[in-house]
C-alpha cells in the first residue's frame, strides 16, 4: 500500500501563538511529528503543508519535503481539515504521482510514534476498513447512554432517544472518542467521497500516556511534564 504522510501546519494559532514552531522540550513542536513520520516504515513520501515560509523552513529542517505552500483560503480558523488533504493530494496527482491512502499527522498531537502510525495503516490494510482513527475511552461517566441533551422545550433527553438510562455501568457498551493523533484513510474515500472517516471506521486506542492535543497552554505543560518522565 503507496500511503502518503501529510503533516498541516499552517501560521494561525489562537491558544498557544506560533506553536507549530515554538520549542517543546528543545525543539520545535513540529519536529515530533516529522520524526515520528520519518520513522515509520510504511509511510512512502511525508509533506508538509503550511501557508507560512517560516513554518516551510523549520520543517525541511526537519526532514519534511515542502513541495507547494497551501493557499491562504485553505488555512482560515474556520477551515475544515478535508479540504486541506485534499489539495495536497490533487496537487501530487498533478505531478503525476498517486497514493492508494492519505496519512493525517496533526502536529498538535507531538507524542504519538511511528509505532502507532504503522500500525494503524496495517489495520486500514488489513481490515479493508475506509478509514482508521486512533481513540481513547470515554470515561463511564460520560458513556453516550448516561448523557442528555436539551429539547427544543428545555427538557432533558437521552442521547441514545431512550426514555430512561441503562441502570448498571457494568451493562453499559464501551464508548470511544476521536483520539487525534492519526487519521489514515483511502484515497478514493477523501477524493471521491469527500470523507475523512467513510463509511466503514475502525479505530486504533492509544495509550493515554503517549496522548496530547495541544490547544491551550495547560496542554502545552502538560506535553512537557509528559515529555520529561518519558526521557
Known amino acids: 500500500m503507496n500511503v502518503l504522510g501529510l503533516i498541516p501546519a499552517r501560521s494561525g494559532s489562537k491558544g498557544v501563538t506560533r506553536k507549530n514552531i515554538r520549542p517543546l522540550c528543545g525543539k520545535p513542536m513540529l519536529a515530533y511529528t516529522a520524526e515520528a513520520a520519518l520513522w515509520s516504515r510504511r509511510l ?39 479540504p486541506v488533504v485534499q489539495h495536497a493530494v490533487r496537487f501530487l496527482e498533478e505531478t503525476g504521482e498517486r497514493f492508494d ?10 507524542l504519538r510514534g511511528a509505532d502507532e502510525i504503522d500500525a494503524c495503516i496495517n489495520l486500514l490494510e488489513s481490515s479493508g476498513a475506509d478509514a482508521v482513527v486512533t481513540t481513547l475511552p470515554v470515561p463511564v461517566e460520560y458513556n453516550p447512554h448516561w448523557v442528555y ?83
Request: glycine share 6%; with cysteine.
Open 44 to 82: 512512502s513520501r511525508v509533506i508538509l503543508s503550511t501557508d507560512d515560509e517560516e513554518i516551510a523552513r523549520v520543517g525541511r529542517e526537519c526532514g519534511l519535503e515542502t513541495p507547494f505552500l497551501r493557499p491562504a483560503e485553505l488555512a482560515r480558523d474556520e477551515t475544515p481539515m478535508l
Open 149 to 231: 441533551f436539551l429539547d427544543g422545550a428545555g427538557w432533558l433527553r437521552l442521547s441514545d432517544g431512550r426514555d430512561a438510562p441503562i441502570p448498571r455501568r457494568q451493562d453499559l457498551p464501551q464508548a470511544f472518542h476521536r483520539e487525534g493523533s492519526v487519521y489514515v484513510t483511502r484515497r478514493d474515500v477523501v477524493m471521491r467521497e469527500n470523507s475523512l472517516y467513510g463509511a466503514r471506521l475502525l479505530g486504533y486506542e492509544m495509550n493515554a500516556d503517549r496522548s496530547v492535543n495541544i490547544d491551550s497552554i495547560e496542554d502545552w505543560e502538560r506535553a512537557e511534564r509528559l515529555l520529561i518522565e518519558r526521557r
Open 101 to 110: 491512502a492519505v496519512c493525517l499527522l496533526q502536529p498538535t498531537n507531538p
